[in-house]
């Protein structure tokens, strides 16, 4: 057999389907697919333009980030976060969002995108709130990274002197337009309708998004209820919760990735696992902005009750899944003080086979399987946090973080080596960010808000 890349001597966390670990191991990739897993003395014929020596690697699927917003880079540090969800949100974040020109949204996304493959996540779905979209698209293209990406979409007329039904007109010819011109096809690099969400689409909008996501095989990535705020809105205007007015439009299901989902309650749990409809956890998120996920969180029953659930990065703060898995892998244990709770490997299997679902890409992804795509990432073992390597998947959420990665295959292109992206000039972009961070705050005419005296 030929290939172009043979790793041979690691250790392989699988994720196929019996979920194998495998000592010695290898695995082989032509073009962009992999042509074979198993022990090395097992692929030892195969003939590779390229043999690399695994014996210091632990190999896994590239992982997934199933919510990130990747052009909040450059205003990174900067919120406040003492502040409540509304004021973060309408004083900071999204005027500043707003305010960055499209060069500058391109530089935050690639910021964003090494971040992401120097730690080992190989596929994003973005949250739906880029507003220079070409030119971010552009920009991710080339860094070799798989990823969905959404337009940011809302049409909810708050101002009522607003045209309400050309609102909605516009956003969802916007959607249209975005999928037609990057359409999914096999690409690494596409389109998706995604919605802000939380209060802020119409019924119309979720109806008419839901149908151009079921005429495209796409998905729609929304938020909803990282506070009781979304809760509290639903019930005023339409008597029910989110997830059951979402359920009486009609709107819920597989392509649906709802975001956060800390503040429902048990009956749109159900309603959420009898849709099929996905559900991504941001912890860290959660965590640092006080949404109560430990307190709230249904998460340990939409699990039991077969819902597949992703995990995020969301905002700028942190980039890293595997600080994720980690944070996943020990809040509920503690906030319910039961040890059973998403253990190590559930928590992996929510980094790489859900969040290929979550992407659609459940045949595709997410594993090191014959006939999957060549996203692997290998771990440095030479590192004080694998010595010794005792189990594997323990060691891969308990003890290492993505600063372990080594090296990192897109598409069988090695996107990253030695620590560094191969298809990014990375001293280059940190100091075109640096710039663009230091004049986007300069005008926005915000304070740095710093306890102590920064001189
Ligand atoms: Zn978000």
Not at 218 to 245: F, K, N, Q
Not at 251 to 279: K, Y
């Amino acid at each position: 057999m030929q290939a172009d890349t043979l790793i041979t001597g690691a250790t392989l966390v699988t994720m196929d389907a019996r979920r194998r670990v495998i000592r010695d191991g290898a695995v082989a990739f032509a073009g962009d697919t992999i042509v074979a897993v198993g022990k090395a003395a097992e692929l030892a014929g195969i003939d590779a333009r390229t043999v690399i020596d695994g014996s210091r690697f632990l190999l896994t699927p590239g992982f997934v980030n199933a919510h990130v917003h990747v052009t909040e880079t450059l205003i990174r540090g900067f919120v406040p976060g003492d502040l409540p969800f509304d004021e973060t949100l309408g004083r900071w974040v999204i005027p500043l969002y707003k305010d960055h020109s499209p060069a500058e949204q391109a530089v935050a996304a690639r910021l964003a995108v090494a971040a992401m493959l120097r730690t080992g996540t190989t596929s994003f779905i973005e949250a739906g709130t880029i507003i220079a979209f070409d030119e971010v698209m552009a920009a991710i293209a080339g860094t070799g990274i798989r990823a969905r990406i959404g337009r940011w979409t809302e049409d909810r007329a708050w101002d009522p002197a607003a045209d309400a039904e050309a609102l909605t007109r516009e956003a969802s010819a916007a959607l249209e337009r975005d999928l037609a011109a990057y359409p999914q096809d096999g690409r690494r690099i596409a389109a998706w309708p995604n919605l802000i969400g939380h209060m802020t689409a119409t019924d119309a909008l979720w109806r008419q998004a839901t149908a151009l996501a079921r005429r495209t095989g796409t998905g729609i990535s929304a938020h909803m209820s990282p506070v009781a705020d979304d809760a509290a809105w639903y019930l005023a205007e339409t008597g029910r919760r989110p997830v059951e007015h979402l359920a009486d439009l009609g709107v819920l299901g597989p392509h649906l990735n709802l975001v956060h989902m800390v503040h429902i309650d048990a009956r749109e749990a159900a309603l959420v696992a009898a849709s099929g409809t996905r559900v991504t956890f941001c912890p860290d998120a959660s965590l640092r902005s006080g949404y109560g996920a430990m307190r709230h969180g249904l998460f340990p029953e939409m699990a039991e009750a077969g819902v597949t659930i992703a995990l995020g990065t969301d905002g700028a703060d942190n980039h890293d899944m595997m600080r994720v898995m980690a944070l996943m892998a020990s809040l509920f244990r503690d906030a319910r003080e039961d040890r059973s709770l998403f253990p190590a490997h559930a928590a992996l299997e929510m980094a790489t086979v859900n969040g290929a679902r979550v992407m659609g890409l459940a045949d595709t992804i997410g594993a090191l399987a014959v006939g999957m795509k060549a996203d692997v990432v290998a771990h440095d073992l030479a590192r004080p946090e694998w010595v010794p390597l005792n189990n594997p998947v323990e060691q891969l959420v308990a003890s290492a973080d993505g600063r372990g990665v080594h090296s990192v295959w897109v598409d069988g292109v090695r996107v990253v080596e030695d620590q560094r992206c191969t298809l990014i000039d990375e001293a280059a972009l940190q100091a075109e960010g640096q710039a663009m961070a230091e004049a986007i705050l300069a005008r926005s005419g915000l304070p740095l808000v710093s306890e102590w005296p920064v001189e």
